[in-house]
């Protein structure tokens, strides 16, 4: 309303040129000078620009475990392939804080200082690591550069002991050998041999579950319902017999394979599947699963999802 005001007088002014000298002076007469209203109007401009300036909406992140993670993140977009990526089973700490990525390649959040980080893939542009029980991307220039490396400063210390002098020994000087009593043999322990091409079930669940929960879908336990008390109770055979006072969400049976590769298959297909639902246009949104049993090469499962 203040504008409207302000170009009323203006508006009247102009149709009031050239008519007669009685125009003039009525314009004259205005009790608001057009300097007056310019300066009025490009205060009330900047006004608007300053306050426009001043709202500014800032990233929020939250902390979990060695990470911190963006509020507002996703995984939306075109999953990375990592089928054919190497096996590269390290584990490092960090010298400072980097990056994390989706496995769409936008931004997760970084990771805090001296985080310790266990590669699992890559293809020399990513890596793909798994912090605490989640996996996330890192790109290659990031880790290798930020990585503590304690092989430097431990030839340095090397150096710095000096080599001491040789004494030569002289006709006058009898050389006494000491007397060395036997040492009984410790026994040798066998280390393990660790099989680099294999997760082992729980890391394998921690991949699966990164990329699930990565493009949004939420880990709910609260959908396995009264599972104990009825269809849990009896023989994983006999399930589908004793469903009938069962309320919890829909379920079923599955399993991964531990070769390396395989659950982050499983899991970005999983993100596709929950995208279509029912085939109803409606996707499942929740997820929880359950460890039933395990061997060398498969993790099993029992999973609810809704």
């Known amino acids: 309303m203040r504008r409207m005001n302000l170009f009323i007088p203006v508006i009247l002014s102009l149709t009031m040129i050239g008519c007669s000298n009685k125009a003039e002076e009525a314009m004259e007469a205005l009790p608001v000078e057009p300097t007056e209203i310019a300066v009025e109007i490009a205060t009330e401009a900047e006004s608007v620009i ?23 993140g996703g995984n939306a977009g075109i999953q990375v392939d990592m089928t054919e990526w190497d096996l590269v089973n390290e584990e490092y700490t960090l ?64 150096e710095a002991v000096p080599n001491e002098p040789v004494k030569e020994a002289t006709p006058a000087e009898v050389a006494v050998l000491p007397v060395e009593e036997p040492v009984a043999e410790e026994p040798v322990v066998e280390t393990p041999v660790v099989d680099s091409t294999k997760y082992t079930p729980e890391e394998a669940i921690a991949v699966y579950r990164s990329i699930m ?94």
């Open 213 to 306: 929960e990565s493009n949004g879908i939420k880990w709910n336990p609260s959908l396995k319902g009264n599972w104990d008390e009825t269809i849990g109770m009896y023989d994983i055979y006999e399930w589908y017999d004793h469903d009938d006072n069962y309320y919890g969400g829909s379920w079923g049976t599955g399993f991964l394979y531990l070769d390396k590769g395989y659950p982050e298959w499983a899991g970005n297909s999983s993100v596709e599947s929950f995208k279509m639902g029912d085939g109803d246009g409606i996707a499942w949104k929740s997820y929880y699963l359950e460890v039933t049993g395990y061997d060398e090469n498969t993790v099993y499962l029992t999973a609810w999802h809704n």
């Open 50 to 72: 300053d306050e426009t300036t001043e709202i500014a909406v800032e990233d929020s992140y939250t902390e979990y475990g060695d990470l911190y993670l963006l509020d507002s």
């Open 95 to 158: 010298n400072q804080s980097i990056n994390v990525y989706y496995t769409d390649t936008s931004l997760a959040g970084y990771t805090k200082d001296n985080a310790t980080v266990s590669t699992s893939l890559s293809n020399g542009e990513w890596y793909f690591c798994i912090f605490d029980r989640s996996g996330y991307l890192v790109k290659a220039e990031d880790l290798e550069s930020s990585v503590i490396n304690d092989t430097a400063s431990d030839d340095k210390k090397e």
